[in-house]
């Protein structure tokens, strides 16, 4: 989505997020059709097309319906010496309705210089979708059809490169942020499963070798995990995640983080 300014309140809650409802409901989600833009010569006249409507338009007529956003984290080898480094895995379903008439809106998606993309894919209702990448910035277009419902999906794979190797910290991070659409969001999902890196640390060599058994994930989540923002995750099996609901607030910022111990490196 598109990078905004962001911030966080000092409990670290964000404080649009701070009244929603954290009681868990189903993730299941419509499917309807949708007919997809083309590409290529038509791309500065949907640029254009979506910068003269009116700013108000999609926060009148869209609603953003809901939003599932799961992160994969795990370790890959980069080379034939063995070396590892992580990589993240995304996947976002975002649900809108529309209550005007047809229109096409622009999105668009930062690459950060530390989490550059390795895979990255859009598809609407299962439809895929071009994207173009102009500098870090990765362009689709979405066609909202008169008073009914899409699905997009985004499918991503990122490098998570280090910050600075000296430390041996690890970290990604992403923009939780919403604006001018129509309230309410009912339901807002972030997961992060962190067992494939779990995974991987109880199968050094260390826990091997006779020594302490392998801490279970509580212990990984408390030793090896040095922090997780925004506040209020709840942990289940090897994920943590946050839920949101019925969200009336017109715009909200955050930042997720996640940050670990580079024991691989």
């Not at 910068?51 to 984290?73: D, E, F, M, W």
């Not at 034939?80 to 995304?90: N, W």
């Not at 994207?131 to 979405?142: A, I, M």
């Not at 067992?195 to 279970?216: E, H, L, N, S």
């Amino acid at each position: 989505m598109r990078r905004v300014e962001r911030h966080v309140s000092p409990t670290g809650i964000p404080p649009l997020f701070a009244a929603a409802s954290f009681l868990p409901v189903g993730l299941a989600s419509r499917r309807c059709a949708l007919s997809i833009l083309g590409a290529g010569s038509a791309f500065l006249a949907l640029v254009l097309a979506s910068l003269s409507a009116p700013p108000t338009a999609a926060s009148q007529l869209i609603q953003l319906v809901s939003v599932r956003k799961y992160y994969t984290l795990f370790l890959a080898s980069t080379d034939q010496s063995g070396r590892k480094e992580p990589r993240l895995r995304e996947i976002f379903v975002t649900r809108f309705r529309n209550f005007g008439p047809s229109f096409v809106n622009g999105f668009y998606h930062d690459e950060l210089p530390q989490q550059p993309y390795l895979e990255y894919r859009d598809s609407i209702d299962g439809r895929p979708v071009p994207v173009q990448k102009f500098g870090n910035r990765y362009w689709d277009f979405l066609q909202f059809p008169a008073g009914r419902e899409i699905e997009v999906r985004t499918d991503a794979l990122q490098r998570v490169l280090p910050r600075d190797p000296a430390q041996k910290i690890d970290f990604f991070e992403d923009w939780i942020e919403w604006a001018n659409w129509r309230p309410p969001i009912d339901d807002y999902w972030i997961v992060v499963d962190l067992g494939k890196m779990y995974t991987a640390f109880r199968q050094t060599p260390a826990f091997g070798m006779g020594g302490d058994p392998p801490p279970t994930f509580r212990e990984f989540l408390q030793n090896q995990v040095l922090r997780v923002l925004p506040a209020g995750y709840r942990v289940e099996g090897s994920t943590v995640w946050w839920h949101f609901r019925q969200i009336y607030a017109p715009e909200g910022y955050t930042t997720l983080h996640v940050e670990w111990k580079a024991w691989y490196r």
